[in-house]
């Protein structure tokens, strides 16, 4: 087995061309925390951060049949820039638009049958959440009204970080399953 640690970059991407997965991994332990840095001081959120660097290690093993001579460090930090401004210009035209939308909106006060479907759906979804098991209820609401990240809430309810996104990522699934029959049944009814 070779000492990866002691191989050069230049080593590790030939090594990582060829498919070595062992070469993938030595570059992704030498790159990933300063590309985490880098991404968290540009955009200060760490989910965002920590998903736009996992892509970036994901792109880099799917084309690495096309990054034969290339710098290594160079290469991952010109990704993560451009990867960075497309966040940001994306972010960007969202928001203009949504403020472009508003400016159109004519204002207008609910109606009486609005509110009532409004109150309606939030009675929905919170019998929907309060029907969840309860670990996964706790991890939503620590998640969606108390606002943590995966890493707070895994530090606070002492699970794993990939626990904690697993039952986030469950409980919508089923949050969504079980409101969209609720309504479905509602609206069927009423009419």
């Known amino acids: 087995m070779a000492a990866y640690d002691l191989k050069d970059d230049g080593e590790l991407i030939a090594l990582l061309v060829a498919g070595d997965r062992s070469a993938f991994t030595e570059i992704f ?10 991404v968290l001081n540009k955009i200060r959120d760490e989910d965002a951060a920590e998903d736009l660097v996992q892509d970036i ?23 993560t820039r451009n990867r960075i401004l497309n966040m940001l210009s994306h972010s960007k035209i969202v928001s203009d638009y949504a403020s472009t939308i508003k400016n159109y909106e004519q204002p207008s006060y609910p109606k009486t049958d609005e509110l009532i479907r409004e109150k309606q759906l939030s009675a929905i979804i919170e019998s929907e959440i309060n029907a969840l098991p309860p670990r996964m209820r ?54």
């Open 29 to 38: 332990n030498r790159y990933n925390k300063l590309l985490y840095s880098h």
């Open 138 to 191: 706790e991890v939503f609401v620590l998640s969606r009204y108390k606002h943590l990240s995966n890493k707070e809430i895994a530090a606070r309810l002492g699970l794993s970080e990939h626990t904690v996104a697993d039952q986030i990522k469950k409980s919508l699934k089923t949050l969504r399953f079980r409101i969209g029959v609720r309504i479905l049944i509602t609206c069927t009814l009423t009419f």
């Open 57 to 79: 290690f994901v792109v880099l093993w799917e084309k690495r049949s096309l990054v034969k001579n290339i710098n290594l460090s160079g290469y991952l930090f010109t990704m």
